[in-house]
């Protein structure tokens, strides 16, 4: 773990709300390859921001590092879930879970 990455998890545990810390350990996950890390951030930073349009964008991403880069099918498929009960019309969740049930065979 980076000194950068130690330093934003200190800062969150302090403020978990910190919305300008969550997003710099996004960017610092996903710079050293902890996709792990990165989709907790997103989901803690969806949590925590008020703008609708910025959740969908931040859940939009976590399941898409959940399916393709930690294969986690169950945790893409409730994120891409999740982007639908806010925005019904989101067709790109929408097939991302038509897709992901086709890879489970159902």
């Not at 960017?27 to 907790?40: F, M, P, V």
């Not at 989901?43 to 393709?68: N, P, Y």
């Not at 498929?77 to 991302?96: G, I, K, M």
């Amino acid at each position: 773990m980076s000194d950068l990455i130690a330093e934003l998890k200190a800062r969150l545990e302090d403020d978990p709300c910190d919305e300008g810390a969550l997003e710099r350990l996004v960017a610092a996950a996903c710079a050293e390859g902890d996709w792990s890390l990165a989709r907790e951030a997103l989901t803690q930073w969806s949590e925590v921001t008020s703008d609708e349009h910025t959740i969908v964008r931040l859940l939009l991403r976590s399941a898409k590092i959940a399916e393709e880069r930690l294969g986690d099918l169950d945790a893409a498929e409730d994120a891409y879930r999740q982007v639908l009960e806010l925005n019904p019309s989101a067709e790109d969740a929408a097939r991302a879970v038509v897709r992901i049930r086709q890879l489970r065979g159902g």
